[in-house]
């Protein structure tokens, strides 16, 4: 995937410099590891979306949303992207569905230059209908 983590990397179009905050070029990559598919059998086959929700925690009063979306995997799961052997993700370019969500372009990760780290929380729920 996209965000930094275990066995991860962080795409420079995600972020900005300079504070300059907006909307990115696509929104990250999710993708599911070849250990939780195999332990999951069922899952892909009860699969029908993606919802994603990603927010700074670190602004207050409240925290500011950079990516609010929902994505149908089932309209998608036949075609070359998403049919790869042994793996399954969220493609950098899926669009999401329609009137979904609060912020369906993914906003570029841009904290303010000398205003400390930011922490930034993901969730990623699966829908079955």
């Not at 332990?39 to 699969?47: E, K």
């Not at 906003?107 to 990623?124: A, D, N, R, S």
């Amino acid at each position: 995937g996209d965000i930094a983590g275990q066995g991860s990397t962080f795409l420079p179009t995600l972020a900005c410099k300079c504070g300059a905050w907006g909307p990115a070029l696509t929104h990250p990559e999710i993708e599911f590891k070849e250990t939780f598919i195999r332990s999951h059998p069922d899952f892909f086959g009860r699969l029908a979306k993606l919802q994603v929700h990603m927010e700074d925690i670190t602004t207050t009063p409240k925290p500011t949303t950079h990516w609010d979306a929902t994505y149908d995997m089932r309209r998608f799961l036949g075609t070359d992207d998403l049919a790869i052997p042994g793996q399954f993700r969220l493609t950098r370019t899926l669009p999401p569905i329609t009137r979904t969500g609060a912020q369906r372009r993914f906003l570029t990760i841009c904290p303010p230059e000398g205003g400390g780290p930011h922490q930034y929380k993901l969730k990623v729920t699966a829908l079955d209908d």
